[in-house]
């Protein structure tokens, strides 16, 4: 099976401190790969060298079979990225945002149009097309920010809790498009702490304190864990975490 992301004994500390501490996974092509752990537990920092954005101080990752020490902007052009703090232009209108970013990635001018227009159609924003960013609710800006994301047809999509802040009808519409996402090929690595939305994941890795503590897909899990749903199966685990928020 086709791996897009390795990691072995991946390592990031600061000073003395070990964020993320020898961690090893490997994520399958067009799986939904969920990265659950408490706050602190190192979800972000383990997330951004696989982005590209930082660099390990030891251990190894490949990302779409580029290296996180040396390849990190081969890694930047096959892969998307999605924050909480999604980085849509509030002050651009929708059609404005699509352009910017599709150009950002270097996808084609025609076919910026082209596959633009169809996005606005299967999001049904025909009538908003025109609207400034800002002016939507916030379910429509992350599917929105969602799908500019994959524009590109990166390889891989990194999303850090995506649906913070929006209600469960919501986020199960948002969840439609990952699915439909995956389906296409792409391969999906999401932060949530949401345990509805972990259920959805094929295989689900639990960090506690910056070390996987559990990897497998969540029937296994809460057979493992002998839980009955998967918020179970992390409170069993995180309560034990030394680590709190900042
Ligand atoms: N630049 C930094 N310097 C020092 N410590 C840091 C730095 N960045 C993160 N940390 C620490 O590393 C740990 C992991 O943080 P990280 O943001 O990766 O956790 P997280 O799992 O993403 O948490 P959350 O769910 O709250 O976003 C925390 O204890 C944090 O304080």
Not at 39 to 48: F, I, P, Q, S
Request: hydrophobic content about 40%.
């Amino acid at each position: 099976m086709d791996k897009v992301i390795v990691c072995r004994n991946l390592t990031k500390q600061y000073g003395n401190f070990k964020a993320v501490d020898s961690i090893n996974f490997e994520v399958n092509a067009g799986e939904i790969f969920g990265f659950l752990g408490a706050n602190g537990a190192g979800k972000t920092t383990a997330m951004r060298v696989l982005c590209g954005l930082s660099y390990p101080t030891s251990g190894e990752a490949w990302v779409a079979g580029f290296n996180v020490y040396h390849q990190q902007e081969q890694i930047k052009k096959h892969i998307g990225y999605m924050s909480q703090k999604f980085s849509l232009y509030e002050n651009l209108t929708v059609w404005e945002n699509i352009q910017f970013y599709g150009g950002i990635y270097g996808v084609p001018h025609a076919e910026i149009r082209k596959r633009g227009r169809e996005l606005i159609v299967s999001l049904g924003l025909e009538k908003e097309m025109k609207k400034l960013v800002g002016e939507l609710p916030l379910g429509w800006k992350q599917k929105l920010a969602f799908s500019v994301a994959i524009f590109h047809q990166p390889r891989i999509v990194f999303l850090d809790e995506p649906t913070g802040g929006v209600d469960p009808l919501t986020r199960r519409q948002f969840w439609e498009l990952i699915y439909e996402a995956a389906a296409g090929g792409i391969t999906v690595f999401v932060t949530t702490h949401y345990m509805d939305e972990a259920e959805y994941c094929n295989r689900i890795c639990v960090l506690v304190d910056g070390r996987v503590e559990a990897l497998d897909t969540p029937s296994k899990l809460k057979s493992i864990f002998n839980a009955s749903s998967m918020e179970e199966v992390f409170y069993q685990l995180a309560r034990g975490a030394k680590r709190k928020s900042d």
